[in-house]
C-alpha cells in the first residue's frame, strides 16, 4: 500500500469508501433525524461517492499509464458535485472539491487539505450549525494539522479526531440528544476518512464502538410539532456564472432552509428545503441552466411502515408524466433531455418504493444497460424485481394501464410486458443539423417523426408531419392513439390530430397527455 496520497491512493481511497459506505448505509439511515428524519443519509452518501468512483475509474480508463494525482484527485470531486444527493451529501462534495484545491498542487499537503475542506464546506453552507459534519470535518482538519508524520499518520488522525467529535454531536444538538444517536452525516464522514487511513496505510483503522448509534431507551422523541418544516427538498445542478450564485443564495435562503450551494468554475450543486418547490427551481432559472432537477416530498414522521408488496418505478421525460405516473400508484424517475439517470439512481428509486416486489420501466431504449445493472444491484439487496424492456413512454403508459397488483407477480408482468410489447411508438423531433436518414436527407430545422427508432418522415410542418406519422402507424391496424405533448407544443396539435383520426381512422380512440417539459414536441402510441 502507498504511504503518500498518489493517483492510485486516491483511487484505492474512493473504491474503500464505497465499500464502507456501502455496508454502514442502512446503519447511517437509521439514525438519520437531522436536518430532517427521512431515513436517507447514508444512501445518499453512498451514492454520491458511487458518482465519484465512477469519475475515477473512467480517469484511469482514459490513460494508458496511471494518470496524474491532480488530474484523479479532481475527478473524483467533479464526479461527486455532479452526484451528491440530499443535504449530507453536497457537504461531502464540497469538501472533496476542497480537498482537491489543495492535494492537486505539485507538493500536496493532506493536514492542509482538510483544513482547506472543513472551511469550504462552511462556506457553502447558509447557517452552519455545529454537531452535524461541519463539526466533524473542522475536528479532523485540527487534529490532521496536530499530527507528525507521514501521510498515513495524518489520515489516521484525522480519522481519530473525526470519530471523537461524532461521539460529542448528541450533546451539541437538541433532535440527536432526544434520539440518542450520533450526527448521521458526520458518521458517513467518519467511514470516508476511515478508508482514506487504510488506503494510505493498508490497515483498516478500528471503528471505535461510541461512534455507532447509541440509542437510549429512556430518550424523549421529537415532537412532530417541533420538527415541521419545508415540504420538498429541491436539488439540482447550475451552470451559472459567480455573481448569479451570489443573488441566488439570497433569494433561497429566503424561500427556505438546509440551503447549501457548492462547486465553482460556472458549474455548482444546489440544494434547499421549500414548500415552494417551484419558485426554487424558477430561481435557478433565473440564475443560469439548472439540470438535473430532483425535488423529494418530505413524508410526515411516522412509525416505520410496512413493505408493500409490489411497486411500480417507471422513467419518465417529464414532469407531466411523473403526476400520471403517481395518479397510477407508480413511482416516476424523471430524466431530463440528455442527462439519463445513472444505475445508482435507479436502486434508490427501487428502495424508496419500498415494496417486495418491483416493476421496473425504463421507458427508453438506450437505458437498457442501466436498468439491468440495478436490477442486479436491488436483486443482490434482496428485492424482487422485473425488468420490463419498454423502449418508450408511451409503452410504460400501456403497461401501466393493465397494471393489477393483486394479480400474482409472474401473471402482472407477463401482462404488462404483453401490452407494451402490443403498443408501437414514434416521436416528432427537431433536426439539428444536415444529416442522412433512413428516409432521406433532412435539413437543420426539418421536422422528423421516427418510428420505432427510425426515421420514417420528413416534413417542414409539426402537425403534418405528425398526421402522415399518425397514417403510416395505424395502416397496420390498430385500436387506440396515445399523444403526450411537451409543455410547448402548440395548443392546437392535439385536437387537430384527434381529429384527423376520428375522419381517417374508423373506431380509433385517442387519449392525450400532458408531457410537461420533455425533449420532444410530441410522443405517439398506436396500441
Not at 138 to 159: C, I, M, N, P
Not at 213 to 226: F, N, R, W
Not at 513 to 524: M, N
Request: charged share 20%; proline share 5%; glycine share 10%.
Amino acid at each position: 500500500m502507498p504511504q503518500t496520497l498518489d493517483a492510485v491512493a486516491v483511487r484505492t481511497w474512493c473504491s474503500l469508501a464505497l465499500a464502507g459506505l456501502g455496508r454502514d448505509r442502512e446503519e447511517i439511515d437509521s439514525v438519520n433525524v437531522y436536518p430532517v428524519a427521512d431515513g436517507d443519509t447514508g444512501t445518499n452518501l453512498y451514492l454520491t461517492v458511487e458518482s465519484a468512483h465512477q469519475a475515477v475509474e473512467a480517469v484511469f480508463a482514459a490513460y494508458a499509464e496511471a494518470p496524474g494525482t491532480a488530474d484523479v484527485i479532481r475527478a473524483m470531486a467533479h464526479g461527486a458535485l455532479i452526484g451528491a444527493r440530499g443535504n449530507s451529501g453536497t457537504i461531502l462534495s464540497q469538501l472533496l472539491r476542497g480537498m482537491a484545491e489543495v492535494l492537486a498542487r505539485p507538493e500536496p499537503d493532506l493536514a492542509a487539505a482538510l483544513h482547506r475542506a472543513a472551511e469550504a464546506a462552511y462556506e457553502a453552507v447558509a447557517h452552519p450549525v455545529e454537531g452535524t459534519v461541519l463539526t466533524v470535518a473542522t475536528a479532523a482538519a485540527k487534529a490532521a494539522q496536530e499530527a507528525s508524520g507521514d501521510a498515513a499518520a495524518v489520515a489516521r488522525a484525522a480519522f481519530d479526531g473525526a470519530g471523537a467529535a461524532l461521539e460529542a454531536t448528541p450533546g451539541q444538538l437538541e433532535v440527536l440528544g432526544r434520539a440518542g444517536v450520533v450526527d448521521a452525516g458526520g458518521w458517513g464522514l467518519v467511514t470516508v476518512l476511515g478508508a482514506l487511513a487504510q488506503a494510505l496505510s493498508g490497515e483498516a483503522p478500528a471503528v471505535r464502538h461510541e461512534t455507532r448509534p447509541h440509542l437510549d431507551a429512556h430518550a424523549c422523541p421529537a415532537d412532530p410539532a417541533e420538527e415541521s418544516g419545508p415540504a420538498f427538498e429541491v436539488i439540482y445542478l447550475l451552470d451559472a456564472d459567480d455573481a448569479a450564485v451570489a443573488r441566488l443564495r439570497s433569494r433561497l435562503d429566503a424561500l427556505g432552509d438546509s440551503l447549501v450551494v457548492v462547486g465553482g468554475d460556472g458549474l455548482w450543486n444546489v440544494h434547499v428545503h421549500v414548500d415552494d418547490a417551484g419558485a426554487a427551481v424558477e430561481a435557478g432559472v433565473e440564475a443560469g441552466r439548472p439540470h438535473r432537477i430532483r425535488i423529494t416530498h418530505f413524508g410526515h414522521p411516522a412509525e416505520p411502515r410496512e413493505r408493500a408488496q409490489r411497486a411500480v418505478v417507471a422513467v419518465v421525460p417529464g414532469e407531466g408524466l411523473a403526476g400520471l405516473c403517481a395518479e397510477a400508484g407508480a413511482s416516476a424517475v424523471l430524466a431530463r433531455p440528455g442527462e439519463a439517470p445513472a444505475s445508482g439512481e435507479l436502486v434508490d428509486a427501487i428502495r424508496r418504493a419500498h415494496a417486495r416486489e418491483v416493476v421496473l420501466l425504463p421507458n427508453d431504449a438506450e437505458l437498457r444497460h442501466t436498468a439491468a445493472a440495478a436490477v442486479e444491484q436491488a436483486r443482490a439487496e434482496g428485492v424482487r424485481v422485473a425488468l420490463i424492456p419498454t423502449r418508450s413512454p408511451v409503452q410504460g403508459i400501456a403497461a401501466l394501464a393493465v397494471h393489477a397488483p393483486e394479480r400474482r407477480f409472474d401473471e402482472d408482468v407477463v401482462a404488462m410486458t404483453a401490452a407494451a410489447g402490443a403498443t408501437r411508438y414514434a416521436e416528432l423531433a427537431v433536426a439539428e443539423r444536415q444529416s442522412w436518414t433512413t428516409a432521406g436527407i433532412c435539413q437543420a430545422g426539418d421536422i422528423l417523426g421516427l418510428i420505432d427508432g427510425d426515421v420514417a418522415v420528413i416534413g417542414q410542418d409539426l402537425a403534418a408531419t405528425a398526421a402522415a406519422v399518425l397514417d403510416r402507424m395505424l395502416a397496420a391496424g390498430g385500436e387506440l392513439v396515445t399523444l403526450v405533448l411537451a409543455a410547448d407544443t402548440p395548443p392546437d396539435l392535439a385536437p387537430g390530430l384527434q381529429a384527423h383520426v376520428r375522419e381517417t381512422h374508423l373506431a380509433v380512440d385517442t387519449m392525450v397527455y400532458e408531457g410537461g417539459h420533455q425533449g420532444a414536441p410530441l410522443l405517439i402510441g398506436v396500441e
